[in-house]
């Protein structure tokens, strides 16, 4: 039997949580709550944090350690919850537990030994109801929130309550795991961060389109595919795997563990599922479709509640998310040093901000035929960019490609000598919109699918997504 960690363990332990963002937050509110007193640890230097943070850090009454080398304090430590931005292979986490555990997970800590675990894994070791829990490259929320939606439809004949959690949950794990029942269920989303050092699976493991992500995190694909194996791994013969059939990593991950394997395919949509009401762009949003509804099925709710539930699903904002649409005409300079009237009727704007990989852009792009603006670029994740080039010069429908942050360059290179063009050099969102002002008339889309991570030019991709909306909106 694995050893397991319940709030009784932690009582006489000391407690460190790794990372005092919206997870560490979470972790170390739980222990205070349960009368542990946890130290907290953030290798951002304390000076650098806001007053209101560092006033709310300070509220809580605990011992903190803030910098740059703050995790070269862990010696004496019993017991640390890691928050998932810290990798596994941090040189002070091997030191202090004296392995690695990026290269082994799911070791049995012998006694007096240090143990490093997360919120996802605490929460999965004392969780009292079951857990679907989804997981890939693409589509994770999407599908999670359609799931939850369906179940939340169900509970009526299910008499259990859904709750919806991890990435895309407005309420993080530890915040509900007390309330939580045994006939209840538990949606949640899973990056590989979170399930790298589990060791459970969860009742229903969902595999979604499994490709690349995170290589600036994993060493390489296959550290990211064996990190999101623990979906299937620990799964018993009473557990169903949800399986992507289109994505051989997806299979792989998929065929492990011994659950129930069911397939599903974005091809193959179920006969009582209405595409034409179908309010998501894209292909592979009728993959999530198709995920959400096996799961679905697999708990035998009823074909109309899982129809009416995609019929009125309009999507997460920032995946794909329609802003609005351009009505009217704009004053523009003439090539005379004038003025001139241009057309920006139908103009569409849809915020793909979550978008951080080259492989979600692709389906971004291929989810329109009307003429498209596409904005690539943004901070490093060690992507490679050569499938996205190739289906940005085979695309029949891309007009202008505007081309942002550090990995401009990367994507231009990539792109060779193509016959689309490009604009580059914005260096904010308003410089942005003024190139989409130079190119853009009726009928085109503009499309944010940047295919990279957000930080230089923007906090995060959220607030990349809330800059572009602000400016469609005042277009």
């Known amino acids: 039997m694995k050893w397991q960690m319940g709030i009784q363990e932690l009582k006489n332990k000391l407690v460190a949580v790794l990372g005092n963002g919206q997870e560490g937050q979470a972790?170390?509110?739980?222990?205070?709550?349960?009368?542990?007193?946890?130290?907290?640890?953030?290798?951002?230097?304390?000076?650098?944090?806001?007053?209101?943070?560092?006033?709310?850090?300070?509220?809580?009454?605990?011992?903190?350690?803030?910098?740059?080398?703050?995790?070269?304090?862990?010696?004496?430590?019993?017991?640390?919850?890691?928050?998932?931005?810290?990798?596994?292979?941090?040189?002070?986490?091997?030191?202090?537990?004296?392995?690695?555990?990026?290269?082994?997970?799911?070791?049995?800590?012998?006694?007096?030994?240090?143990?490093?675990?997360?919120?996802?894994?605490?929460?999965?070791d004392n969780c009292p109801c079951k857990i679907i829990g989804v997981t890939g490259t693409k589509g994770k929320g999407t599908t999670a929130s359609l799931i939850h939606i369906i179940l939340e439809a169900n509970s009526y004949k299910l008499k259990a309550k859904s709750y919806l959690t991890g990435n895309i949950g407005k309420t993080q794990p530890l915040v509900i795991l007390d309330d939580l029942k045994p006939e209840d269920w538990v949606v949640y989303e899973l990056s590989s961060f979170q399930l790298q050092d589990l060791t459970r699976s969860p009742h229903i493991g969902v595999v979604l389109m499994t490709t690349s992500e995170h290589l600036d995190y994993h060493k390489d694909n296959v550290e990211y595919v064996d990190a999101k194996s623990a979906i299937t791994k620990f799964q018993s013969p009473d557990d169903f795997a949800i399986i992507n059939a289109d994505f051989p990593s997806s299979v792989k991950i998929g065929e492990l563990g011994k659950g129930k394997k069911v397939y599903f395919s974005g091809n193959k949509v179920p006969e009582f599922i209405d595409t034409a009401s179908v309010q998501l762009r894209g292909a592979h949003n009728l993959e999530n479709i198709c995920a959400a509804a096996t799961v679905a099925e697999a708990l035998n709710v009823s074909k109309d509640i899982i129809r009416q539930a995609v019929s009125n699903f309009k999507g997460l904002e920032h995946r794909l998310e329609f802003v609005g649409e351009k009505q009217g005409v704009y004053p523009v300079k003439s090539a005379a040093g004038g003025t001139a009237s241009q057309s920006f009727n139908g103009v569409k704007f849809y915020n793909d901000s979550f978008s951080t990989t080259p492989e979600t852009a692709i389906a971004g792009i291929k989810a329109f035929s009307e003429p498209l603006i596409v904005i690539l670029g943004g901070s490093k994740k060690n992507s490679d960019f050569s499938e996205l080039s190739k289906a940005i010069n085979e695309s029949t429908n891309i007009k202008t490609l505007i081309l942002i942050g550090e990995e401009a360059g990367s994507i231009k290179q990539a792109l060779g000598q193509?016959?689309?063009?490009?604009?580059?050099?914005a260096k904010n969102m308003e410089e942005i919109f003024a190139q989409i002002k130079s190119v853009a008339s009726s009928g085109d889309v503009v499309l944010l699918s940047p295919a990279c991570a957000s930080f230089g030019m923007f906090k995060n991709y959220k607030e990349r997504g809330e800059q572009f909306k602000k400016y469609a909106k005042e277009f």
């Open 27 to 124: 972790t170390a509110n739980y222990l205070i709550k349960h009368g542990i007193k946890p130290v907290l640890f953030d290798q951002r230097p304390w000076e650098e944090w806001p007053d209101a943070e560092q006033d709310k850090i300070k509220t809580l009454g605990v011992n903190f350690i803030f910098g740059p080398d703050a995790l070269k304090e862990l010696a004496g430590f019993d017991v640390a919850f890691r928050s998932p931005g810290i990798p596994l292979s941090h040189p002070d986490l091997v030191k202090w537990l004296g392995y690695d555990l990026s290269l082994n997970p799911s070791p049995s800590p012998g006694e007096g030994n240090p143990i490093l675990t997360s919120q996802t894994k605490y929460f999965f």
């Open 418 to 425: 193509t016959q689309i063009p490009m604009l580059e050099g």
